[in-house]
């Protein structure tokens, strides 16, 4: 069982960039999967969660009306379209579903 990032770069501030996260070993379609983000010096923090279908979304405060996570389950893929970057939006991203996590992908957002 295994989540793999991608997507991650360098943007300028007001860019944007789309996270993909393939998942493989498990049966994708039934599981909530989540998008978290660590900066350097700061804890694990959740950015996005989507249902199994799809029908239900969460976002962290800090990121509602920028980012939007999606889903293709025919796929095996969630996706985190990212709006109107920030500086503060720096920081490692991780999939996760559950216990499971990726190895992460960095994004930067800099001048």
């Known amino acids: 069982e295994q989540v793999v990032e991608s997507g991650g770069g360098l943007v300028q501030p007001g860019g944007s960039l789309r996270l993909s996260c393939v998942g493989s070993?498990?049966?994708?379609?039934?599981?909530?999967m989540r998008w978290f983000r660590q900066a350097p010096g700061k804890e694990r923090e959740l950015v996005a969660g989507?249902?199994?279908?799809?029908?239900?979304?969460e976002y962290a405060d800090s990121v509602k009306g920028r980012f939007t996570i999606s889903r293709d389950n025919a796929k095996n893929t969630v996706y985190l379209e990212m709006n109107n970057l920030k500086p503060e939006d720096s920081a490692v991203y991780y999939c996760?579903?559950?216990?499971?996590w990726g190895p992460g992908t960095q994004v930067t957002v800099s001048s």
């Open positions: 070993g498990f049966s994708f379609i039934t599981y909530y």
């Open positions: 996760n579903r559950h216990s499971l």
């Open positions: 989507i249902s199994t279908f799809g029908h239900s979304t």
